[in-house]
Structure formats: C-alpha cells, structure tokens
C-alpha cells in the first residue's frame, strides 16, 4: 500500500496549515490540530475501507494455442471486491516473443470489471504469460495497492495455419484459379491417359482411337492429363538472415506460411511433397506425405524448425539435400541472402541441384529496400542509404540473373507476394509439364 498523489496534497495541505503560526496567525493552534486529527483519520477510515488482497477474485483467460503474426486475447475478469466503485489497473509481464503490453485500467462498479489484451507473437515457439499485476485504488482515492501474481502460463505458437487455409479457400473460390487447377487435375492437355470420348468438331483429330472407333463404330479420341504423383520438395533456409524480422515477422514464418500454402494445392492436385531444413546444418525434413491429411504433418514438420543465429552453410545444406533426393523433383529453395560471398556459394550449389532437378528459387525482399531506393533524398545520411539500397538492388538481380542461366526460376518477392508466386509458378510447372 503507497500514498497516492491525492494523499500527498492532504498531507502538503497539512503543512501549509501548520505554518500559519509562523506568520502571525494567532490562535491557530487548536485549528490545526483538529485539521490533522481529521487528516488521519481520514487516511485511517480510508486505509480501512480499501480492498483486501484476499477479498480479490479474479480469473485471466489466455489462449490455448497462438499463430505466428495473429493476435489471440488474454481476458481478466475482475469481480467487485465491494459495491463501491473503484479504479483498477492491471496488466501482464510476457515473454520476448509476444509483443509487450500496455497498462489497462478501468472504473470497477459492482458487477466487476473484463479487461482485455491482444497477445501477438513474433515468432514460433512457446510464448510464456510470466505474471499478471494488479493495482486498485481506495474508496477515497488516498490509497494505492498493487499485487504481483505469478503466472508462467506457457502457450505453443504455431506457423499460421488458419491464415494459410483462408487464402486457401480464397485461391479455391476463384473462378480463374479452379480453372487452372482443373487442367491440372483432370482432363487437359498432358502426357497421361484419362478417358475416351466421342469425337466432336474442333477436337484434334491426330487423338482419335482408331481401335475404340472400330469397336463402337463412331469416332471416338482418347483425353489426357497432366501427369500427377510428382514429388515437390521444399528446401527452408533457416538461418540467421531468415530469422531476421520483416513486416513484424520473420522472414523463416513468411517462407514457412508460402510454402504450406502451396502444399496444399500440390496435395490437392495429387502430388506428394516433402520439406528439408537447413541453416549452419541440416535441420528438421520430412519424407514426402501424399493427400490433403498430409497438411498436418506438414505443420507438425514446419513448427520444429528453429531459429538460428548462425550463417547459412548452403554447400552442406543442399549437398545434403542432394543426396536424399532418389528421383527428380521440383525444388523450392526459400532463402535470403545479402553479402556476395554467400551469394556466390549459393549460386554454385544451387547449379548443382538444377543439374538433376527442377528448381524454383524465391529470395524474400525487404520492402524497405525498395522505398529507400526510390524515396528523393534530403541529405547526405539519407543519400548514402540509397546509394547502399541501390547497389544491393544491383547485387540481387545480378544473382537471379545468374541463376536464370542455369535453367532456375527465380523471383524476389515482398513477404505479401510468395504464396501468390509460388502457386502461379507451379500451375504453369504443372501445364508444362516440366517435373
């Protein structure tokens, strides 16, 4: 229990009071000593009246499971401790991957009071409510108690999965988008046999069956289908570059979000799909799981890649990656790079890979980096920003464009555009039939 500032100026009020003697006021004493006999009986009375740390009943409700970049909420219900209204304050002491937390107060009448937080993780992992702190006034106000009540409350964080499957229906739902995956499902033209059907004017006529047209004496073409059954291998870089924050989340969270997206249309369209993780060394992998029910051992996959502070050794991790591949695959490398050295080991390693396999490399851009390059600068610091800004612009579309030559396709996409351009690459992968 500390003295409020209302208390203060009493007790400063007091003194003044008690100076009066001092400058002449005759008489005065008897005044001021019932003034401050009133004085502390009033901090007395109210003291007294203040709520009690056990007559407190409270309850903090905190979500069961939480998503990368989502916020989910923490609710206090505070129940009166007296019909009386009172002011109350609380707020939570959280862990280094939620997003720290402003002090809520209220005006807590008889029916209690419900405050609320927005509890947003950066990262995956376990998000920790260490403790809760609560504070209320006296009746009058003079008075302020606080309490500290250890929590350690630990809640999972997941990689965004409601996230990804609403962009999944979004993608599903789009008439465009069901058209495309319609050649690729079903009939259109592949390589792979699907069904007869009668022949109708316009059709090709070098598909026509000659021996279904003589046993049904009509004519009768034979429809094909893009090949299905292929293996798509995501290839995840998670080192220290790839845990680096853009747009509030890490760009390993962004890479891991594009990629399940796009898993789920591969399994949707029949193909099976795998992960690889790699940072300083070969991380968490998954063999490759077929059908839509294998999302969730996607996810259980993709939540058991750390965060890593070392670099990225990109000969070991696509070497190694390398050597568990049996078959030919599409590859989709998700990294970052940024100095030249790592660029070039990149570049090398990644030609290996193409040698053998389809690759797809995706680099993920800093949106910032753009603005800088096209923002006019005011003075020298922010010229020579944009003279860095446009000389890694130069360095990155120089790696792409080595990388082109090697029969790799490349983008380097904001955080918003990876689902989107992974999943036009893959339906035009999949038309071509280039796996």
């Given at each position: 229990?500390?003295?409020?500032?209302?208390?203060?100026?009493?007790l400063?009020a007091?003194?003044?009071?008690?100076?009066?003697?001092?400058f002449?006021?005759?008489?005065?004493?008897?005044?001021?000593?019932?003034?401050w006999?009133?004085?502390?009986?009033?901090?007395?009375?109210?003291?007294?009246?203040s709520?009690?740390?056990?007559?407190?009943?409270?309850?903090?409700?905190?979500?069961?499971?939480?998503?990368?970049?989502?916020s989910?909420?923490?609710t206090?219900?505070?129940?009166?401790?007296?019909?009386?209204?009172?002011?109350?304050?609380?707020?939570?002491?959280?862990?280094?991957?939620?997003?720290?937390?402003?002090?809520?107060?209220?005006?807590?009448?008889?029916?209690?009071?419900?405050?609320?937080?927005?509890?947003?993780?950066?990262?995956?992992?376990?998000?920790?409510?260490?403790?809760?702190?609560?504070?209320?006034?006296?009746?009058?106000?003079?008075?302020?108690?606080?309490?500290?009540?250890?929590?350690?409350?630990?809640?999972?964080?997941?990689?965004?999965?409601?996230?990804?499957?609403?962009?999944?229906?979004?993608?599903?739902?789009?008439?465009?988008?069901?058209?495309?995956?319609?050649?690729?499902?079903?009939?259109g033209?592949?390589?792979?046999?699907?069904?007869?059907?009668?022949?109708?004017?316009?059709?090709?006529?070098?598909?026509?069956?000659?021996?279904?047209?003589?046993?049904?004496?009509?004519?009768?073409?034979?429809?094909?289908r893009?090949?299905?059954?292929?293996q798509?291998?995501?290839?995840?870089?998670?080192?220290?570059?790839?845990?680096?924050?853009?747009?509030?989340?890490?760009?390993?969270?962004?890479?891991?979000?594009?990629?399940?997206?796009l898993?789920?249309?591969?399994?949707?369209?029949?193909?099976?799909?795998?992960?690889?993780?790699?940072?300083?060394?070969?991380?968490?992998?998954?063999?490759?799981?077929?059908?839509?029910?294998g999302?969730?051992?996607l996810?259980?996959?993709?939540?058991?890649?750390?965060y890593?502070?070392?670099?990225?050794?990109?000969?070991?991790?696509?070497?190694t990656?390398?050597?568990?591949?049996?078959?030919?695959?599409?590859?989709?490398?998700?990294?970052?790079?940024?100095?030249?050295?790592?660029?070039?080991l990149l570049?090398?390693?990644?030609?290996?890979?193409?040698?053998?396999?389809?690759?797809?490399?995706?680099?993920?851009?800093?949106?910032?980096?753009?603005?800088?390059?096209?923002?006019?600068?005011?003075?020298?610091?922010?010229?020579?920003?944009?003279?860095?800004?446009?000389?890694?612009?130069?360095?990155?579309?120089?790696?792409?464009?080595?990388?082109?030559?090697?029969?790799?396709?490349?983008?380097?996409?904001?955080?918003?555009a990876?689902?989107?351009?992974?999943?036009?690459?893959?339906?035009?992968?999949?038309?071509?039939?280039?796996?």
């Amino acid at each position: 229990m500390t003295p409020t500032r209302r208390s203060l100026a009493l007790l400063g009020a007091g003194l003044a009071f008690a100076l009066l003697p001092a400058f002449g006021v005759a008489g005065a004493w008897p005044w001021i000593v019932a003034g401050w006999v009133l004085g502390v009986a009033v901090l007395v009375a109210d003291a007294a009246f203040s709520a009690r740390t056990g007559d407190l009943e409270w309850t903090l409700d905190t979500p069961s499971v939480l998503y990368v970049g989502e916020s989910g909420p923490a609710t206090l219900t505070w129940e009166a401790p007296s019909p009386r209204p009172m002011l109350v304050r609380a707020t939570l002491d959280l862990s280094d991957v939620l997003a720290p937390q402003a002090e809520s107060h209220a005006i807590a009448g008889p029916e209690g009071v419900r405050l609320s937080w927005p509890l947003t993780p950066s990262r995956r992992g376990r998000a920790t409510v260490e403790a809760l702190w609560l504070g209320w006034r006296s009746p009058a106000g003079l008075w302020a108690h606080s309490k500290r009540v250890p929590l350690d409350r630990e809640i999972p964080v997941l990689p965004d999965l409601p996230r990804v499957r609403a962009q999944a229906i979004r993608f599903f739902a789009d008439r465009h988008f069901r058209a495309g995956l319609q050649v690729e499902r079903y009939r259109g033209d592949g390589s792979e046999f699907d069904s007869l059907k009668e022949y109708l004017p316009g059709d090709d006529h070098r598909t026509i069956d000659w021996k279904a047209t003589a046993r049904h004496r009509r004519p009768i073409c034979r429809q094909h289908r893009a090949e299905r059954d292929h293996q798509v291998i995501f290839a995840i870089d998670s080192g220290r570059l790839m845990s680096e924050s853009v747009a509030g989340v890490s760009r390993l969270d962004h890479a891991i979000n594009g990629a399940l997206l796009l898993s789920y249309v591969c399994l949707a369209t029949g193909d099976r799909v795998g992960l690889f993780s790699f940072h300083s060394r070969p991380g968490p992998a998954l063999e490759p799981v077929r059908g839509v029910a294998g999302i969730r051992a996607l996810l259980e996959s993709t939540a058991r890649i750390d965060y890593s502070a070392d670099e990225t050794n990109f000969t070991l991790g696509l070497t190694t990656l390398a050597q568990r591949l049996r078959r030919r695959s599409l590859v989709v490398l998700l990294t970052d790079f940024v100095d030249t050295v790592t660029a070039e080991l990149l570049v090398e390693n990644a030609d290996r890979i193409a040698s053998r396999h389809l690759l797809v490399f995706l680099s993920i851009r800093d949106p910032m980096l753009g603005e800088l390059v096209r923002t006019p600068p005011t003075d020298m610091v922010a010229l020579g920003r944009a003279v860095m800004a446009r000389q890694l612009e130069r360095d990155r579309s120089l790696v792409h464009r080595r990388l082109r030559r090697s029969g790799v396709r490349t983008f380097d996409v904001a955080p918003d555009a990876i689902a989107p351009s992974l999943i036009q690459q893959y339906l035009d992968i999949k038309r071509r039939e280039r796996i």
